[in-house]
């Protein structure tokens, strides 16, 4: 029985992974093909944005799990893989804290224009006495969830402290501390003054954050987005960013990872980090030992610990 | 009844001081030694971090009020106000929600190192497969916050949505939600991995974070500064972040603004703002007011409405 670990493991990962199931890493899904004796292969550690489909699983004709490091499985042909009989499992929860942690940075930092006042600082500028624009306050404005799962609740909970008003979408209407349900993106674009994105990935949400949506946020809105660069139509959000239809957006996804539209490198109103949401060693290290619980548990005959897919 | 404003104002505000108070604008203190009846000067606008003593207060005979421009009044000679008749006062509060969210914020992106992320991104790292070092996580740890006042409070109250463990010094035990009183600064330090600096600057607290409270955090720990420079003893900071006997400080006040000792910039492990605690439009324009408010009062013979000295 053989397990094969796909994708940039840590040290620390890539120990446990050799040493708990004699796994083989390799660095993507390239590498598959020329590798023999495929058809041992019961389990794949999976760590990639690549994508994952049916064709790929037949190549491994013996797979019983893929056990996903990260919580957003979009990469992962979900119905190929339930059609195949294969398990597929993610890391949910414990990167929770971490993305909202980071959302809400990104939204204070965005508003207060912390990164173009560091750089300001340290190019001399205030030695210099050069003038500094003002910034804008984030505390007590109206902000939308967009997508009120477990991430989206967490970057909630957080805001509240803010003294926000707090308007969301969810699928359905849910128990919370008087936050106001919407039905649409579009009406909670227009109620509120900052969008948080946190819906997952994957067809059933692709370009969400239309252009109709982003437009309803009004020249004073701002977007922040931790979830995944395919629910936003960047084109619509590049054009509203550039003639200054809305005030900025925070970007920690983007469309096509990492060769991100460089038009994002030449606007003023935008804060933009390289998908680091969960890049945090605690959380990291969470993330890879339930990746390898799950292993065992399939790989034992036991129910997954967090499994996407009913097989 | 002359009025006269000391210091950079808004066109907002320059014009509403004008309006109001026919007030005569200069830039600093310096201005005043070449003005012409000065005898007639009431009322002093004050918006600057250059000293005010008694012998400047001596040039202004008939000075009734000095309405500062901000919360921390640690440029002006309180007692040599006082002793003069001189009503100061300054403008709490309405900055309070500001310097909190820039606290928090700060305190995110020093743990997440989202400066460096951003400049890692935009200088084409990302694209280009380099790898970027994992971070560390800011939800959860134990946090302390040197001076429960006003706005410590409310950083306390932004930290306990983070999952936080709380613990403050204050002059004396105060009403909290189960935070944890420490009666010295040392003892506050050993207790927490992170530490906020939320006292009021002036003689009283110089020098109040010394080389033994920064080493009693740690090497896994923290210091933020939203406070005043003068608090902490730069020196020791310098050292122990060199040393890398403490993580690291994100700082937005300094001991010489805005001549900061260049040593900092050299540092991989600080992040560094030009003391915009209340730097939005919101803020300034309601610190402006109530600037204003304050003269207004004073010269009609009301009593002021946040003075600081009592006359």
Redo the contacts between chains.
Sequence with gaps: MRVLAIGTY?DLDAEALRQDFGAEILPGLDDLAGLSGREAVAALAYKSGAALDGAVMDRLPGLKVIANFGVGYDAIDIPAATARGIQVTNTPDVLN??V???A???W??L?????P??N???EGA??Q?RP?A???????RRVGILGLGRIGREIA??L????CEIHYVSRQEKETPGWTYHADATSLAAAVDDLFVALVGGPDTEGAVSAEVILALGADGTLINIARGSVVDEEALLQALGNRLIRGAALDVFRD????DRRF?ALDNV????H?GS??????AEMGALQRQNLRAVLDGQPALTPVNRV
């Excluded at 508003?111 to 990164?115: E, L, P, V, W």
């Design positions: 840590s804290d971490d909202a942690d980071l809400v940075a990104m204070i930092a508003a207060r224009q912390m990164y006042a560091e300001w600082l340290r205030w030695h006495g500094l003002l910034a804008r306050k984030a505390s007590g909970n957080r509240a402290a803010f003294k990872e990492p060769n991100i490198l804060l933009l980090l390289p680091i890049a945090t060693t605690e959380t990291r």
